[in-house]
């Protein structure tokens, strides 16, 4: 209830101050995760569980500026940030208590989980793509967004509380690859949207390939069906395009 009224007190505020109350609405975010977590938190890797909240919020918060000033388009978006980080609530309550003990919501914990990353994803591609930066800004504000998203998403796999090389470099692996397909649609006549969809997709693809990497189940037909996904994206993306401009 608090962050989402936090939104309509956003929007009460003059222009100038927009991005300095979203970044403060995302420190709050994390602050009280921090309250609502802290007896499952640690000086370990469990404050992990603090970055799908936190990004979630710049995602819808920035977001928030690209939509229409009618009523009508921002307040499903409230009632929609509202569920959605109740249900982080419960998911990242899961992660603290499983990084303990076995419990019975993991997995469908990790599905929610799993779900939210996108679409953070999406919101903050799509933002970072219509501020249309040069590609030397794009590109690295696209690796840093995807890799502490792709980090939390593969811890959310092995849940261990002590640091692990094979994480992070997976995680940092897949946010390179996602900075070279950002600068390959730096050249490439599409849309925000189109773009924001195909970065989307890209990221479904890496984070599940690598969470199943992770979990030691990578096999052959896990990859077909991923890269049958990116193909048919890739398909349309290619004949949404408009190669006359």
Do not use: H
Request: proline letters at 3%; aromatic letters at 16%; charged letters at 10%.
């Amino acid at each position: 209830m608090i962050l989402s009224l936090g939104f309509i007190g956003v929007r009460i505020l003059p222009d100038s101050y927009r991005f300095l109350s979203i970044g403060a609405l995302g420190i709050i975010t994390a602050v009280l995760f921090v309250w609502s977590l802290r007896e499952g938190l640690g000086l370990n890797l469990t404050l992990l569980s603090l970055i799908l909240p936190t990004f979630f919020t710049l995602g819808v918060g920035l977001f928030w500026f690209l939509l229409p000033s009618s009523v009508f388009a921002r307040i499903p978006i409230i009632i929609l940030y509202g569920l959605g980080i109740y249900t982080l609530c419960l998911t990242t309550n899961i992660y603290t208590v499983a990084a303990v003990r076995t419990i019975a919501l993991l997995r469908a914990a990790r599905g929610v989980g799993f779900v939210l990353t996108l679409l953070t994803l999406f919101l903050t591609f799509d933002t970072i793509l219509s501020f249309r930066w040069p590609i030397y800004i794009t590109s690295p504000f696209v690796l840093l967004s995807a890799f502490f998203l792709y980090y939390q998403g593969f811890w959310a796999v092995s849940l261990k509380k002590e640091f692990t090389v094979k994480e992070l470099s997976v995680s940092l692996v897949s946010s390179i690859v996602m900075a070279e397909v950002a600068l390959a649609l730096f050249f490439w006549p599409v849309t925000v949207v189109v773009g924001s969809l195909f970065l989307t997709v890209t990221a479904y693809i890496l984070l599940g390939l690598g969470q199943a990497y992770l979990e030691e189940r990578l096999f052959s037909q896990t990859i077909r069906e991923y890269l049958l996904v990116g193909l048919a994206v890739f398909i349309g993306m290619l004949l949404a395009t408009n190669w006359g401009r």
